[in-house]
């Protein structure tokens, strides 16, 4: 991330302080915005290849930036708010938002949403389609609607292939209930959580090891799911590695 230029965008020059001083590491510009129009006017004439976005501006609601933005731009939009109300996050990814950090918030935790944002959006399309993705034990194939859990082929529905590929399609993202829910059932009429919530619980007893304690299909409360790609490879990657157990067990007891 060290060459990219981040927008951030809060009217409390102390935040903006505390989100440049945490990028600083990985990017090479930090642009600032107090106001939705600065933010709006930077973002078109240079080109960000990040934005983190209150939703409490001066002059405009977040949430209106966004949407201004996501008419002509694809860039990452991390919104960081103190609003937490669960029906404010769902209708700020509807607008357009790609993630959201909420207010008070680690660094850490910002940081490397940021990063994660920005690796998806560099990353090349594989020629042909998607390849499989492995994890661990596990491989899926949305190109050949397969998938292989410990060398075994695990059957799914077309409803819950539709189901994955919306999840899989924004991986390391939260999915709004609401956009699941048209993506799936198209004009459908019913309970958009109750119908997630019985084949998101059909799909994690096939894809997960323990259903109950999900990895890689993970919810997100009051907003709907996220397909935890990067955190279910790393997972995976550390049960595969008796070394990075024993080191990891290490650390701990050093604690």
């Not at 903006?16 to 106001?35: F, N, P, S, Y």
């Not at 918030?105 to 020629?127: D, G, I, N, Y």
Request: net charge negative; proline share 5%; charged share 30%.
């Amino acid at each position: 991330m060290g060459t990219i230029t981040v927008l951030v965008v809060d009217d409390e020059p102390k935040i903006r302080g505390i989100v440049r001083e945490a990028l600083r590491d990985d990017a090479k510009r930090v642009l600032e915005a107090r106001t939705g129009k600065e933010a709006i006017a930077l973002a078109e004439s240079e080109r960000p290849d990040l934005i983190v976005l209150d939703l409490g501006l001066p002059d405009m609601d977040g949430a209106d930036v966004c949407r201004s933005i996501r008419a002509w731009s694809n860039v990452p939009i991390l919104v960081l708010s103190a609003r937490a109300a669960e029906g404010e996050k769902a209708a700020l990814l509807d607008a357009g938002a790609d993630d959201y950090v909420t207010k008070p918030f680690s660094t850490v935790e910002l940081t490397a949403r940021a990063r994660a944002q920005v690796r998806r959006s560099q990353m090349a399309p594989v020629p042909g389609g998607e390849g499989p993705l492995v994890i661990g034990s596990l491989t899926i194939d949305t190109g050949r609607r397969r998938v292989v859990r410990d060398d075994v082929d695990v059957h799914l529905t077309p409803t819950e292939w539709g189901l994955l590929r919306a999840l899989i399609s924004r991986a390391d993202r939260p999915v709004t209930h609401e956009r699941l829910f048209r993506e799936v059932w198209g004009g459908a009429e019913g309970d958009a959580q109750q119908y997630l919530r019985v084949y998101v619980a059909h799909l994690r007893r096939k894809l997960e090891r323990d259903s109950y304690h999900p990895l890689l299909i993970v919810t997100e409360p009051g907003v709907g799911y996220r397909f935890a790609l990067e955190a279910a490879q790393r997972g995976a990657s550390r049960a595969a590695d008796p070394d990075d157990v024993q080191a990891a067990d290490g650390d701990a007891a050093i604690e």
